[in-house]
């Protein structure tokens, strides 16, 4: 199969486990009620959220109720259409079957005629124990943040996170950016952390979560105990991290067993600095527009897999530039614009060329 053709059930694999999520929740609003009946038009989105919410039920991720909900709001009829009746929810006995082109249709017209409804099915009575709350930083800032529980959240430069605490967990979506939580122990309050689908569960911990873009989220555990899972290829991988471990999920590689790392080395930004061992030029370049307010790329996405190791201190973003350039032999042309890397050795494979920046010291 060409690998290319995976790609958008991966997409729609990872979408729909964002959608899961949020449909646990008490104060879903109108709006993405009426998003998500969008997004459930697709009829292969909607086959890839049947299928996880049957994988994450059996599994035990998903509480039974809310697939019911879901699948109940779905197959209101609208009141345009008296002669169809909705059929019986049940819990599923196996993994949901898809629906025919012309049921998807229908089940489509019946979720934007009936949005009210949708949300007097997915939305629990009684008011949640605390309203959702949302933190962001600018360019170049960074914040700390004490939540209402006592847990500690840590916000790196252009970042936001979105948080709602209930009675029985504290949900936390990484919409962008990276954080780092130190979590206020209470077993009975499970706390998650979603980035892009990847769902991060601390069992008593520290630990750092960074999205970087829609390729990729990394997971560095830096105390105690991570629980880590995501969809790909039609089942939900998941694994546990312990300290100085990493986990990193990727559209092309899925979610990836955990890998030794050096923690304190790899959140040295909450102390103002950036220390990477191999790292991909593109993850750098991401970092790097977290603190330039002039936006850098790279004029050949090629130099992306360029290998860069080092040390920068975040302040000093010209210095952290010109490192990069010297080292990995490219030019630097500068505009109100924006900033372009590019090779300065164009007849020469770039990937290839090993790279080892000296930065502001050793790591």
């Known amino acids: 199969m060409n690998p290319t053709s995976t790609e958008p059930r991966k997409t729609a694999l990872r979408e729909a486990g964002h959608w899961l999520l949020r449909m646990q929740e008490e104060d879903v609003p109108s709006k993405e009620l009426e998003a998500w009946c969008d997004w459930m038009a697709s009829p292969a989105n909607a086959a890839a959220f049947d299928d996880l919410a049957a994988l994450w039920e059996a599994a035990g991720t998903l509480d039974s109720d809310t697939v019911l909900r879901a699948r109940a709001a779905r197959s209101v009829q609208p009141a345009t259409s008296p002669s169809r009746s909705a059929p ?15 049921g998807w249709a229908w089940a489509s017209a019946a979720c934007v005629a009936l949005a009210v409804t949708l949300a007097w099915f997915l939305i629990p009575r009684g008011a949640p124990e605390d309203p959702s709350q949302s933190f962001a930083t600018g360019i170049g ?148 527009n977290r603190y330039s307010r002039v936006p850098i790329r790279l004029q050949d996405p090629a130099l992306g897999q360029l290998k860069v190791t080092g040390r920068w201190e975040v302040a000093s973003i010209d210095r952290w530039i010109d490192g990069l350039a010297k080292a990995l032999h490219l030019d630097v042309r500068r505009s109100e614009g924006e900033i372009l890397l590019s090779s300065d050795e164009p007849e020469n494979n770039p990937v290839k060329r090993p790279a080892v920046p000296p930065g502001d010291g050793a790591p």
Do not use: C, M
Request: charge should be positive; glycine fraction near 8%; charged fraction near 25%.
């Open 141 to 288: 800032e960074r914040r700390q943040i004490t939540l209402a529980d006592g847990s500690i959240l840590e916000l790196d430069a252009a970042s936001e996170v979105r948080v709602r605490y209930h009675p029985d967990r504290r949900d936390i979506e990484l919409r962008n950016g990276r954080a780092y939580f130190q979590v206020a122990h209470a077993p009975d309050r499970p706390f998650v952390v979603d980035a892009k689908g990847v769902l991060s569960q601390a069992l008593g911990t520290r630990f750092s979560v960074a999205e970087h873009g829609d390729r990729e989220v990394t997971v560095v555990v830096d105390e105690g105990r991570v629980q880590v899972s995501a969809a790909g290829d039609g089942r939900v991988r998941r694994y546990l991290a312990t300290g100085n471990q990493r986990i990193r999920y990727s559209l092309a590689n899925g979610l990836q067993p955990p890998q030794a790392v050096n923690a304190p080395l790899a959140t040295a930004w909450r102390q103002g600095a950036v220390v990477y061992q191999g790292e991909p030029l593109d993850s750098v370049i991401t970092d790097l």
């Open 88 to 102: 019986p929810v049940t819990a599923p006995a196996r993994p949901l079957r898809r629906r025919s082109r012309r």
